[in-house]
């Protein structure tokens, strides 16, 4: 049972154009929301959140939208750069219980030149 | 600093052999995790803890053990190593309160053969 899923296992984009990362959950417990980005051989780095009172949450070229009714978040990158390239997991728990995070299966972006 | 740091970054086991994979933070956080990652699943969570003497299990618990003597350290034990925890394994650390993020160790490549 996938609480969380990225349906889109992979994603090109040219170099300065927006890259769309899509997230479904199906938890409504789920209150608390993250986008990590991962390069090879290294561990997953925090990349930017959303609580489940906003809808909208920005930091630079990142912005994370949320639609609760429809269980939805993206993650929104504007201009997408070539060191962008790498895969981005989406994971979701609930407000308290940072140790205990709940993953999709990872989009992997590439940022064509 | 260091942040969270996992030892050893490989391993190679063979059937039934034992281990214990190592995981220490130094940023003061309460909470530390242990994940695994495995090719087109995300990362699922095997164990985690809230504290020093307190851990629960998550997701994928079984053949493995883990103890919080200290606030820093979080070893997780593979009792009798089985072809089946070929992975790769992740150890997070993060703050108590609400929204946090989970800082992740570079990971250790484990293969049992």
């Known amino acids: 049972d996938q609480q969380v899923k990225q349906n889109s296992p992979s994603l090109s984009v040219q170099e300065g154009r927006i890259s769309i990362l899509n997230c479904d959950y199906t938890?409504?417990?789920?209150?608390?929301f993250l986008w990590y980005k991962k390069y090879p051989a290294e561990g997953p780095t925090f990349l930017i959140s959303i609580s489940s009172i906003k809808d909208k949450n920005e930091d630079g070229r990142f912005t994370v939208f949320l639609n609760k009714s429809a269980k939805h978040l993206s993650l929104h990158i504007v201009p997408s750069q070539p060191g962008d390239s790498a895969v981005y997991f989406c994971a979701a728990s609930l407000v308290g219980t940072a140790s205990k995070l709940t993953f999709g299966t990872g989009t992997r972006l590439q940022v064509m030149l | 600093n260091a942040g969270v740091t996992q030892t050893p970054k490989f391993q190679v086991l063979k059937t039934g052999q034992s281990m214990t994979l190592q995981c220490a933070q130094d940023m003061n956080h309460e909470y530390m995790s242990w994940y695994r990652q495995d090719p087109g699943m995300g990362l699922r969570l095997i164990h985690y803890?809230?504290?020093?003497?307190?851990?629960d299990q998550g997701e994928v618990p079984n053949g493995y053990n883990v103890s919080r003597s200290t606030t820093e350290d979080f070893p997780l034990r593979l009792l009798s190593a089985a072809p089946s925890q070929t992975s790769v394994y992740f150890c997070?650390?993060?703050?108590?309160?609400?929204?946090?993020?989970?800082?992740f160790g570079q990971g250790t490549r484990l293969t049992v053969v």
């Open positions: 803890s809230v504290g020093a003497g307190i851990t």
């Open positions: 938890n409504s417990m789920f209150d608390y």
């Open positions: 997070a650390s993060s703050r108590t309160g609400g929204t946090t993020e989970a800082f």
